[in-house]
Structures are given as structure tokens and as C-alpha cells.
């Protein structure tokens, strides 16, 4: 290319980038720098100055001795580790037992199991609250009228049960978007193979797992990512319907970031704090990413 | 070939896996249909502890409840950036609407954040996903996989900073604070340089030869042949802005400015919990962001679909 042409292509390419690029770097990449560095800071939010008084590493070396940090990364991941493989898992039978039927069907099925995304998490919460509720709630109901439990169960006041409530939650608000990629990615799977394998008289499980399945690995990898990440970032649940309780059961790492910027009395505010625990958030999410897509190689 | 106790058990499978299809779906929907149906119970339905399924009248007391509980009026709408010069760094408002129930303004609030995020995010990633995708520039790459690591990185966690960022920009408790930050989350880009990819380089070539100006190439040729694209992302923005909770409660403080989703929580958090009127709210909140998902569900899907595969 000529250094003319070239030129005209970098005036052009960065002209048309410019408003993006204001947006993503005043509101994602700034902000980004901000919270690595307020980070190493005592920054709240009575501060004047953007960046509170330099403290080092003593935000991190906090983390290691505050308990409920501890607590709230314990069940992080639990939620991560429950939830992801069931959405997967849910998501990919959904998927391929929906993507041959006719289309009215298929796109009837797609909808309802992504109502819950759309319908908004506050709503959805709301009436999941209800239905947990332990005089009222339908739950109870429906349990003890098939005489599965015989004592209404305080579902979300109890410690053991709450956590599970919430997951149960998540999971129906994570599985929409998994369902729409999975049939779109069976129904990309490349036919002549398939018929091939049937040829040579292939069961419908070998089809499934020999031929359409690694075909459908880019998509499977996509979908572990985005739900790891969602449901590392767990909050709205948490936030509307226990609050981390009862006894920090359901504190989650992005839930005690809230609390500690906006809840906590003592120390209110505390924003430099609140960035540390984000930072580690963040260096989490990465590496599971990160071990998601080395997996995914491999295979 | 299939021998015709194989071709039964296919069959078999065939039919019990619709059948467990239907029950899901029937739990996917009870929610909603339990939010929709409480919305209009009378208080005797909602506190009998054995379930009402049909609401035995169909009243509409939790709704005058919601409607009368808070008013506010229906809009205040302020001189552009004057909150830089006035002392207590406040907008001054220079029209205010009639006092009305606080639900409508939530409404119109959630509204306009939903549409100027979507507007605003729809320009800005047409033109960058175009450049991104047709444009050779130096530093195309770096740029690129800047968008890409930054997608993959929690959102939340750049909430605070971003509270900070507003408060010095003296847009804090507006609903710019939740607009502006939207439009920077670069997923749009990335799905518009996905649509871009495939638009023919001959004929933005020919275009060229033809004296077009860039603009002109862009507006007559560009934007035409990546519509698809577009309207995937507008309806995906329009509700991702409308449901992104923790946003709003982070930017939005005061409640003046309050989104639905805020107004409902707050409801929430009085000290008797009335569940009537919470169902009330939630289909204020929840039926027009449905109904806007269903007329536009097409796109949506094929927006997702896009965003992932050629990813």
C-alpha cells in the first residue's frame, strides 16, 4: 500500500473509531486504571481528590484476614461451580431436543426459556420472593401437598437452603442465551457428515457426541465463559432477596464489594478497599477464562 | 438401517422429550404468569396461605396502590451541561411536567435511558465495527484486542471508579451516569465489526474509484447492507440499559431520578412487604420490556447468534 493510501486508511479508520473510542476509554479504560490504582489506596468516598492517600499492598494483605471476604469467595464459587455445568448441561439438551422441531415450536420453546433475561432481574426477584415466602409462599404448597417435606421451610432464612435458592434463581435467568446459541450452533453442524456417520450405522449418541459435538466447540467455550462470568457477577439476587444473609450464607464477592462501597457503617465508603476485592474478582475471572479456553484446546 | 424396535425407541424418546419440553416451559412461565395474575389478586388471595391459582376477582387495588403511594412530576428536563455553572453544581430545570404517580416518571425515565443508550451505541459501534472490519489502520490490532480483553472482564467492577468518574464530571444521580457508561461497554462494536466482515471489499473498492467521500461510502453503502446488524444491537442494548439493575442503583442514588426497576426495589424494601402491590409493579416493569423482546425476537436471537459464532 502506498503511504498516501495508507494515510488516507489511518485518517479514515481512526475518524470513524473516534466516537466509540471516547465512550470506551472515558467509561471502561479509565475507570479500569482507576480501580487498579485506588486499589492500592485508603480512598472513600468522603474524598476530594480522585485518589485517596497511598497505602501499598495493605488493602490485599486485609483480604487474607477478613473472614467474610473469605466467606464470600467460598460461595462464589460455589455458585460458579454448580451453576455453570448445569446451564451447560440444561442448555445443550434444551438445544438439540428443540432445533429439529418446526419452526413455530422452535421459536415458541427459544422465547419462554428466555423470558426470565428479559423480563428483568428486580421482577423476577420479586416474585421468586413470593413463591419462597414461608406462610404464603407457593412453594411450601406445592411441596407439602405432595408430601415431599411436612414442616414449611424458611427456604431463604435458613442458612443451608438460602444459598441453593439463590442458585436456583440464577439458573433460570442464565439458560436463555445458551439455548438460543446451541441451536444455532446444531444447526450449523455441516449434514453431510452426519449422514455420512449414519451411513456407516453411527448411533443417534455417537452422531451427538462424535460428529455434532466437536463441531459445536467454539460455541460450547463461549457459552462456559459468559456464564462463568455471570455468574461470577451474581448481585441483583443477592442484593434483593437476602442481602448476604442469614449469617453471610449468601455473601458472594460481588455482593460484600456492594456492602463495603455503599453498606457498611463503620467504614463506609470505603472505595480503596472495595477496588482490591474487584481487582481479585477480575484476576479470578481471568484465570478461569483463561484454564476454560486451554481445556477447550486441548480437546 | 433402523430396525423397527430401533425406530420405536426412537420414536419413544422423541415424544417424552416434548413431553418434559412442555413442563419446563409451563415452570419457565409460572413466574410471570404468577406476577401477572398477583398483580390483580385481592389481598384475600395474596395472604391465603393455601395458594389461589385464578385470582378469585379480578381487582385493581394494587395498582391505585403503586399509583398513589409517590408522585412526582411526570418530567423535569434540564439545560444541557449547566450543572458546570451553576454553584451547587445542580441542572437548572427549565420545564417541569405535571405532578403525576411516581410509576409513570419511572417509566419515562427508564425510557429515555433505555432509547439514548441504544441511539448513542447504535452510531458509535456501526461506525467503529465498519472501521475495525474494512479500514487497514495502523494500530488496528492493538485496538481490537483491547475491546476483546476488556469484554471479558467484569463490568461491575469498574462501578465504583465509574461513580467517582461521574461525580467529577457532575453527572452523578443523572441518568447520563447509567447512559454514558453503557455506550462505552464495547460489545456492540465487537458485534458490529462481525456484520461488517461480510460486506464485499470490491465494491467499497469501486465506490472509491468513483470519487465517494468516506461518509458518503459509509451512510449510502455501509449502513444499508449492516441493518441486520444493527437492529440486533439496538433491541439488545434497549434491554440490557432497561435491566441492568446494579448500574442504575449505583448511579442513581436519589430517586428522583429513579428507573422502574429502582422504583420496584424500593417498594420492596418498606417495612411491611405488601406482595400485591410488588406484583403490581413487577408487571409495570416486566410487560412492555416483553412485549418489545417479542415484536423484535428475530433480531434478537440472530444478534446473539452472530456475537458468539464468528467469535
Known sequence: MSRALQRREDVA?????????????????????????TSLTASNMNDTTMFGQFVGLKNFAKLFEDKVFQKGLVNTFIIVIVSVPTV?????????????????????????????????????????RWMYDNYTGILNTALKGAGLIEQN?????????????IIVILFTTSVGQPIVLYVSALGNVDTTLIEAAEVDGATD???????KWPQMMPT??????????????????????????????????????YYTAFKLTEQAGHFGYANAMGVVLAIFIGIMSAIQFRLAKEK | MLTANEAARKKAYKVISVIVLVILAFLFLFPLYWIITGAFKPSVDIYNPKPVWWPTEWVKTNFNDLFNKRTAPLWELAVPFSQFFTDSHKP?????????????????????????????????????????????????AIVFSLIVCAMALPKQVILIPLLKEMAGLHMYDTLWAVILPTVGWPFGVFLMKQFSESIPGEILEAARVDGSSEFRTFSTIVIPMVKPGIGALAIFTFINAWNDYFMQLVMLPSGSNS????????????????????????????VPIIIVFLIFQKYFTQGITMGAVKG
Open chain 1, 220 to 257: 460450547t467455550l463461549y457459552i462456559l465463559v459468559i456464564t462463568t462470568i455471570n455468574s461470577f457477577q451474581c448481585f441483583a439476587l443477592i442484593q434483593l432477596l437476602t442481602q448476604g444473609g442469614p449469617n453471610h450464607s449468601t455473601d458472594t464477592v460481588m455482593y460484600y464489594i
Open chain 2, 92 to 140: 437548572l430545570i427549565w420545564s417541569t411536567g405535571p405532578v403525576l404517580p411516581a410509576a409513570f416518571r419511572w417509566l419515562i425515565n427508564t425510557v429515555f435511558m433505555s432509547v439514548a443508550a441504544m441511539l448513542l451505541t447504535c452510531v458509535t459501534a456501526a461506525m467503529a465495527g465498519y472501521a475495525l472490519a474494512k479500514k487497514r489502520f495502523r494500530g488496528r
Open chain 1, 13 to 37: 479508520g481512526y475518524l470513524f473509531m473516534l466516537p466509540s473510542l471516547i465512550f470506551f476509554v472515558g467509561f471502561v479504560i479509565i475507570p479500569m486504571f482507576i480501580c487498579i490504582f
Open chain 2, 259 to 286: 428507573t422502574i426497576s429502582l422504583g420496584i426495589s424500593t417498594l420492596q424494601n418498606d417495612t411491611t412487604v405488601n406482595m400485591g402491590l410488588l406484583m403490581a409493579g413487577a408487571a409495570l416493569a416486566a
Open chain 1, 205 to 211: 449418541m455417537q452422531v451427538f457426541w462424535q460428529v
Open chain 1, 153 to 165: 421451610i424458611n427456604w431463604l432464612g435458613d442458612p443451608k437452603t438460602a444459598l441453593g435458592c
Open chain 1, 88 to 128: 451447560c448441561a440444561f442448555s445443550l439438551w434444551v438445544g438439540s431436543a428443540i432445533y429439529k422441531l418446526n419452526n413455530v415450536a422452535l421459536s415458541a420453546f427459544r422465547c419462554i426459556f428466555y423470558l426470565p433475561v428479559v423480563t428483568g432481574s428486580v421482577a423476577v426477584t420479586v416474585v421468586w
